[in-house]
T-cell receptor, first 114, second 109 residues
Framework: NAGVTQTPKFQVLKTGQSMTLQCAQD?????MSWYRQDPGMGLRLIHY???????DQGEVPNGYNVSRSTTEDFPLRLLSAAPSQTSVYFC?????????????FGQGTRLTVV | KQEVTQIPAALSVPEGENLVLNCSFT??????LQWFRQDPGKGLTSLLL?????REQTSGRLNASLDKSSGRSTLYIAASQPGDSATYLC????????FGAGTTVTVRA
């Protein structure tokens, strides 16, 4: 049981490049989400999904796209990377978004945009 | 919009002292509150989950309380050890998780 797996762990991009951060969970969780963590600001929600085929925007969605074609996978796409997207990205999953739901996090992807 | 605040931002204590970490939130209509530990350069490890109907939750040396009416939660760590040095984050679940900025704890040997 691997939990939540994120790849890659580290990435350097040039401004304007695109890339996809991968997230996979093996707990059959319905709810998955992406956060970014910046110094002194806590984690902020980018996008989330309540099940396959259903996604919605969080607090800071601009510049990011998501899709959820399977229960297990929830990739995050950066369309045209900007230095402001330098951050640590975390993927999380939980059984649902309501009560009795413990959230589990991946190990993070540290992204630098130069 | 839910606002979550953690005070203090940093804390340094000698080994053996009890730790008290505070978390406050603005909207009491929550499903649950979760405490996490984060080591430098690592992901978040779940420590305790308190449901909205609970007043406290315990796991080993850790005890977390929840007072929804006042919008507060406190994490107590008894008899601190150098291995407890980390950043502690609280997250409030009102359908989405809202995080505080964390308290960075240093336990001096």
């Amino acid at each position: 049981n691997a939990g939540v797996t994120q790849t890659p762990k580290f990435q350097v991009l040039k401004t304007g490049q695109s890339m996809t951060l991968q997230c996979a969970q093996d707990m059959n969780h319905e709810y998955m989400s992406w956060y970014r963590q910046d110094p002194g600001m806590g984690l902020r929600l980018i996008h989330y999904s309540v099940g396959a085929g259903i996604t919605d925007q969080g607090e800071v969605p601009n510049g990011y796209n998501v899709s959820r074609s399977t229960t297990e996978d929830f990739p995050l796409r950066l369309l045209s990377a900007a230095p402001s997207q330098t951050s640590v990205y975390f993927c999380a999953s939980s059984y649902s978004s309501g009560k009795n739901t413990e959230a589990f996090f991946g190990q993070g992807t540290r992204l630098t945009v130069v | 919009k839910q606002e979550v605040t953690q005070i203090p931002a940093a804390l340094s204590v000698p080994e053996g002292e009890n730790l008290v970490l505070n978390c406050s939130f603005t909207d009491s209509a929550i499903y649950n509150l979760q405490w996490f530990r984060q080591d430098p350069g690592k992901g978040l490890t779940s420590l305790l989950l308190i449901q909205s109907s609970q007043r406290e939750q315990t796991s080993g040396r850790l005890n977390a309380s929840l007072d929804k009416s006042s919008g507060r939660s406190t994490l107590y760590i008894a008899a601190s050890q150098p291995g407890d040095s980390a950043t502690y984050l609280c997250a409030v679940n009102d359908y989405k998780l809202s995080f505080g900025a964390g308290t960075t704890v240093t336990v001096r040997a």
